[in-house]
């Protein structure tokens, strides 16, 4: 158990379907971030909220549109996908604003595009 | 632009030998390194975290090193075990919000 739950763990999709990926962090942080791992690249990060804000936007395309109702919650929602968005996708949380920080993260859900 | 290498990519060793993974970047202005394992399909669980003033942290038989000047850190594993197969990421910490990531090294000890 790491703290940090994310649903699905798996998820087939259509390119025209629209679905939701969500994480929940039960550790207290107030930063919650979410990461894109494709085979044999470096995880990506593409959003970043601290205090429910988002403070990074790391040139994600429009279709990934992230929410962060509160400090425990952050959701992906998901539409029009191409077969390139196939990844696992990466909840993290952490406590921000020192810089010194550990990152905790979820199991991730396993996203296909067909 | 902060990049983060990780050398070798993949290692294959007999259980009991003592392993070094290296993993360079290429701006040392960095808050913190950290150390990950990942398991094949899993989430990323943190290993070791060292801060820009620190030289090395321990837990366990890992011990991490950090020398920022030479952009330079290495993970140590001492009598490696079947279950310290996995894959190990580091990853930079360059301002407060963003962690960078090098590819990983794939792990397997074989008994």
């Known amino acids: 158990e790491t703290g940090v739950t994310q649903t699905p763990r798996h998820l087939v999709m259509g390119m025209t379907n629209k679905k939701s990926l969500k994480c929940e962090q039960h550790l207290g942080h107030n930063a919650m971030y979410w990461y894109k791992q494709s085979a044999k690249k470096p995880l990506e990060l593409m959003f970043v909220y601290s205090l429910e804000e988002r403070v990074e936007n790391n040139s994600v395309p429009s279709r990934f549109s992230p929410e962060c109702p509160n400090s425990s919650h952050l959701f992906l929602h998901l539409h029009t996908l191409q077969p390139e968005d196939s990844a696992l996708y990466l909840c993290?949380?952490?406590?921000?604003?020192?810089?010194?920080?550990?990152?905790?993260f979820g199991s991730g859900t396993q996203l296909s595009v067909l | 632009k902060q990049e983060v290498t990780q050398i070798p990519a993949a290692l294959s060793v007999p259980e009991g030998e003592n392993l070094v993974l290296n993993c360079s970047f290429t701006d040392s202005a960095i808050y913190n390194l950290q150390w990950f394992r990942q398991d094949p399909g899993k989430g990323l669980t943190s290993l070791l975290l060292?801060?820009?003033?620190?030289r090395e942290q321990t837990s366990g038989r890992l011990n991490a090193s950090l020398d920022k000047s030479s952009g330079r850190s290495t993970l140590y594993i001492a009598a490696s075990q079947p279950g310290d197969s996995a894959t190990y990421l580091c990853a930079v910490r360059p301002d407060t919000d963003k962690l960078i990531f090098g590819t990983g090294t794939r792990l397997q000890v074989f008994p």
């Open positions: 060292i801060q820009s003033s620190q």
């Open positions: 993290a949380s952490s406590q921000a604003g020192t810089g010194l920080e550990k990152l905790f």
